[in-house]
């Protein structure tokens, strides 16, 4: 990663994601880390992460390149799920770009998922009730 100065704009750059709703099971550092890699370079895990004290989604920053489609779901074990990115809000959700939006979109492509399935070492918890 180098700056171009000749470049008007940035192509890569460091942006916070979400993964909201994430089972519990996979709140593992090394797991979440493992998911993020599919995104982007991690760059960091949110500590409260971590920790499942935020609760409601596992969040971490990553390096993304903005010249490619941005990944906009993942299927974890055939389970869809959504990948929500903090403060890129000129998102086109028809190509994945980043800096434009879908009703002047000049890309057509079908939906940018990544598949992966964890470890079958790692299950869900049995429920204990």
């Known amino acids: ?12 750059m460091m ?3 979400r993964f909201p709703a994430l ?3 996979l709140y593992n550092r090394k797991i979440i880390t493992e998911i993020g890699e599919l995104v982007g370079k991690v760059v960091k895990l949110d500590m409260n992460t971590d920790s499942r004290t935020r609760g409601q989604f596992a969040r971490m920053a990553v ?6 489609p941005l990944v906009s779901q993942i299927l974890i074990n055939g389970r869809s ?3 929500e990115y903090e403060s890129l809000s000129i998102i086109c959700f028809h190509c994945g770009r980043y800096g434009h939006m879908e ?4 890309f057509r492509i079908p939906d940018s998922m ?3 399935n964890i470890d079958s ?3 869900a918890p049995e429920n204990k009730n």
């Open 114 to 116: 990544v598949e992966v």
């Open 63 to 68: 390096y993304v390149n903005l010249e490619k």
């Open 23 to 25: 089972p519990n099971y």
């Open 103 to 106: 009703n002047i979109c000049n």
């Open 121 to 123: 070492s790692v299950t």
């Open 81 to 83: 799920q959504k990948v």
């Open 1 to 12: 990663m180098t700056f171009d100065p000749t470049q008007a704009y940035l192509s890569i």
């Open 15 to 17: 942006a916070w994601i």
